[in-house]
């Protein structure tokens, strides 16, 4: 029984969701905010447990997640209380007085996030496409991608106007990218059509039980 | 009658066998002459020594370790008997613990290159002659710990030293207020042209920063650009409502909005009450966005940052709205949706163009030539390494591919 409950309920829902494809009416309005409110708590709850209940609260309070103390005996203890700090600031925007204090935390957060990332992409999308592509010119298909990867980079070059030879390449490169788009349109449409078929076999498969 | 054939029978079955060996006996000799075997109960010295120490001739992280030992005095010399050596590794003092692995005669270093690192372990080998094992020999503990560089990684640092080096150089430049010249990116107009619609219409401009987190760049170089259009949108005197999917970013887009009506001078027309925070969920995220879209109506729709699976949702609902929309993102999966359905579309870097050629800032600007002159060197080290190849140097093209 509560399973054709639930079951139905999922169904409005769907339904309901769908029914933005002829124009924006009250049950679309419910289920809209349904998901909206129903994610906000979701996520709270998500952020708390997962996030700072782990790396802020237990360290610091001495808390234990199942068997395992979390942060005793430990002498870095304190080191949790800076992220901590960091959050509690962003929230000094309600004080206006104060509200300059949060962007310490953004900037802290931003910098350190460009920073750690700095490394990682020089070497996975700088060096290592390098590698890849300095391939020999024995096949139709190495020297198509090498003519490829020459216009692309040429069509995003901003430092010179898309001129003469520059011109070419990066008509060449635009070519490219129109292609890579079409195969990644099409591939991207039949992976969102299973996603209706799923959702058409949930209505007349569980729900209704018609195939 | 029967029975007694019966019996007949049977004392025929059991004789002819016995025939049949006595004959094998007489064909074979009664005593055999073959070579005594001699079994080797000696069993052979043992390893000399065994070291263990963390290996440093290459970098690592700290998951190697390094071990070597001096050959066991039959091993090559002596009773000249050792067929290999058996390692074994444990965590604690005095245990053999498990096999690691086992290793042919003559050999003297074994790199053990499955160890967590900062675990200490012991090692302990002994030599064997296929009969019977040597007495065992101990080493530890010792732990891998990770190398202080990476020479494996060398060229990174390589390559980043020389595209640091350029955008120091072009900042200082565009910092003495040389002019650097930078392309015009025809999506950029398409920015002021909505805007200006969207203010003759009297309807509001929808900006939505994507769903990346602040730490994303493509969220960065887009709040770079939400501060050009809110300057527009403050002199004009139009609505901006920017939806957010991150907390974070909320309170970014909160400093920068306000911060570009304050310098344009129309700090009053700042209505804090737009820059919302919608959904962290993705897709409460695209419905709520389209539901702003169909109540509020704006006239231009500016979708710039990170997007993922929603982005075809937004442009698509945006497009049935009728509002003139324009897209910029480096999500290659995303950008085929938006070159659809959006009127004009930032694609890849040209989204961070934009941001440098709106600002003018001397540190985008130089970020942005120095990424350009990047792609040049780039384009030369794939020539060289083409001509590389064709003649055999294998070794510089293996210098880019880091681990």
């Not at chain 1, 959050?87 to 460009?114: D, E, H, M, N, Q």
């Not at chain 2, 509020?296 to 993922?308: D, Q, R, S, T």
Request: with cysteine; net charge negative; proline share 5%.
């Amino acid at each position: 029984m509560a399973t054709i409950i639930w079951t139905t309920i999922g169904a409005i829902l769907t339904l309901s969701v769908y029914s933005f494809l002829y124009k924006d009416n009250p049950f679309y309005k419910f289920a809209e905010h349904l998901v909206v409110g129903i994610s906000a708590g979701y996520y709270l709850v998500i952020y708390y447990f997962n996030f700072i209940q782990p790396n802020v609260v237990a360290p610091v309070f001495l808390l234990r997640i199942g068997n395992e103390a979390i942060g005793l005996g430990s002498s870095m203890w304190w080191l949790a209380l800076i992220p901590g700090i960091l959050g509690l600031l962003l929230y000094t925007r309600f004080f206006p007085k104060f509200g300059w204090v949060g962007r310490w935390s953004l900037g802290i957060y931003v910098g350190g996030y460009a920073g750690l990332g700095l490394s990682p992409i020089m070497q996975a999308r700088v060096l290592n496409q390098i590698g890849a592509n300095a391939l020999p010119l024995t096949s139709i298909t190495n020297v198509f991608l090498i003519v490829g990867l020459l216009g692309t980079l040429t069509y995003f070059f901003f430092s010179m106007k898309h001129k003469g030879v520059l011109g070419v390449l990066a008509r060449v490169g635009i070519v490219f990218l129109m292609v890579g788009f079409g195969a990644s349109f099409g591939y991207t449409v039949m992976s969102r059509v299973s996603l209706l078929i799923g959702r058409v076999s949930f209505l007349l498969h569980d729900w209704l039980h018609l195939i | 009658m029967r029975r007694v054939f019966h019996i007949l029978l049977v004392l025929l079955a059991l004789i002819a066998p016995a025939a049949g060996s006595l004959e094998a006996l007489e064909a074979t000799p009664i005593i055999e002459e073959t070579e005594p075997v001699l079994l080797d109960v000696v069993p052979p010295g043992p390893p000399c020594s065994l070291t263990v120490r963390d290996y440093l001739e290459n970098s690592d992280f700290g998951d190697k370790i390094e071990i070597e030992w001096g050959l066991s005095p039959d091993d090559g010399s002596g009773a000249c008997d050792v067929t290999g050596y058996i390692l074994s590794r444990a965590l604690a003092e005095g245990e053999v613990g498990e096999v690691l692995d086992e290793i042919s005669s003559g050999v003297t270093r074994y790199i053990d290159e499955s160890v967590e690192p900062g675990v200490e372990y012991y090692y302990n080998l002994v030599s064997h002659d296929g009969t019977s094992p040597s007495g065992r020999v101990w080493a530890g503990p010792t732990a891998g710990r990770a190398n202080l560089f990476q020479w494996s990684r060398f060229s990174v640092l390589v390559l980043m030293v020389v595209f640091f080096a350029m955008v120091a150089r072009f900042t200082a430049v565009a910092g003495k207020g040389a002019k650097l010249f930078v392309r015009r990116i025809p999506g950029l107009n398409a920015i002021e042209e909505a805007v200006g619609r969207a203010t003759e219409m009297g309807r509001p401009v929808l900006y939505v920063p994507g769903i990346g987190e602040i730490d994303n760049i493509m969220t960065i170089a887009s709040l770079n650009i939400l501060s050009h259009v809110a300057k527009i949108t403050a002199r004009y005197d139009t609505p901006l409502i920017v939806p957010t999917a991150r907390a974070v970013v909320m309170s970014a887009a909160e400093e920068v909005v306000k911060q570009a009506y304050t310098e344009v001078g129309n700090p009053d027309a700042y209505n804090p009450d737009n820059i919302r925070y919608l959904s962290d969920a993705q897709f409460a995220f695209a419905g709520a966005v389209n539901g702003i879209m169909l109540r509020e109506k704006p006239a231009a729709n500016l979708y710039m940052g990170a997007f993922w699976a929603e982005s075809l949702l937004l442009a698509e609902t945006g497009f049935e709205a009728g509002a003139i929309q324009v897209a910029g993102t480096a999500m290659v999966s995303q950008l085929p949706f938006f070159v659809t359905a959006c009127d004009f579309t930032l694609m890849g870097e040209e989204l961070y163009a934009a941001s440098a050629y709106l600002s003018r800032e001397p540190k985008l600007l130089g970020g942005l030539k120095g990424s350009d002159w990047m792609k040049v060197v780039s384009i030369a080290l794939i020539a060289a390494g083409i001509i590389a190849r064709a003649v055999g140097l294998e070794s510089f093209v293996a210098w880019f591919q880091t681990q």
